[in-house]
Structure formats: structure tokens, C-alpha cells
Nanobody, 122 residues
Framework: QVQVVESGGGLAQPGGSLSLSCAASGSFVSINSMGWYRQAPGKQRELVANIITGGRTSYGDSMKGRFTISSAIDKNMVYLHMNNLKPEDTAVYYC????????????????WGQGTQVTVSS
């Protein structure tokens, strides 16, 4: 099993900044990717940003240029720095971890944190 714990978030004013952190722990061979998703009330969960082992990143369209994902994969940590926040960024942000397990053969499994609230309001 893998435990995923987010920290950070909270309230920010429009144009402000916030940072999120995520730590993964437990039993696994290694981590294939870590990332952030968000879900606003009444909307589907969407990709915020993702980073894979090796450092390649991907972002949701509305986050490009404003959000930056970074990681210390060797420490099983991922970070999200959010700048120029907008009210539409208000959502619960979830950390996702794709871990690699071995049980006779290698396989991957997704794990999710419980989410952290980000609210952007004046």
C-alpha cells in the first residue's frame, strides 16, 4: 500500500500565489509519476500538472505559464507552485502517485491523496 499526503493550500487573493506539497510513502519498488488534479464543485476532475521520472512535465491548458510542478522523486515528493491565481482555480486539489509494484511481474497502480482545498477570492 501507498499513502499519499498533501499539504498546503488555503485562501489566496486573485493574482496571489500558493504552494502545495505531496509526500508518498509505503511499500513500492519505485514511482513512475506524480502529479496534481483538481475538482471544482459540479465539475469533473481535471489534470493540473504531472511529472514523470526523468523530469518530463505536462500541464492542463489553463495552468500553463502560471503553475509549476517540481519533484524530488528520489524523496517521493512533488510540489506545485501556483502564481497569478484566479477565482476559477478554486477547487479541491488532489495528489496522484503512480507507483510500481513487483509481485512476480512489474505492475503499476494509482494512489490518491485526500485532497486539499484551494480558494481564490477577494
Amino acid at each position: 500500500q501507498v499513502q499519499v499526503v498533501e499539504s498546503g493550500g488555503g485562501l489566496a487573493q486573485p493574482g496571489g500565489s500558493l504552494s502545495l506539497s505531496c509526500a508518498a510513502s509505503g511499500s513500492f519498488v519505485s514511482i513512475n509519476s506524480m502529479g496534481w488534479y483538481r475538482q471544482a464543485p459540479g465539475k469533473q476532475r481535471e489534470l493540473v500538472a504531472n511529472i514523470i521520472t526523468g523530469g518530463r512535465t505536462s500541464y492542463g491548458d489553463s495552468m500553463k505559464g502560471r503553475f509549476t510542478i517540481s519533484s524530488a522523486i528520489d524523496k517521493n515528493m512533488v510540489y506545485l507552485h501556483m502564481n497569478n491565481l484566479k477565482p476559477e482555480d478554486t477547487a479541491v486539489y488532489y495528489c496522484n502517485v503512480e507507483a510500481i509494484h513487483y509481485a512476480g511481474s512489474f505492475n503499476t497502480k494509482d494512489y490518491w491523496g485526500q485532497g486539499t482545498q484551494v480558494t481564490v477570492s477577494s
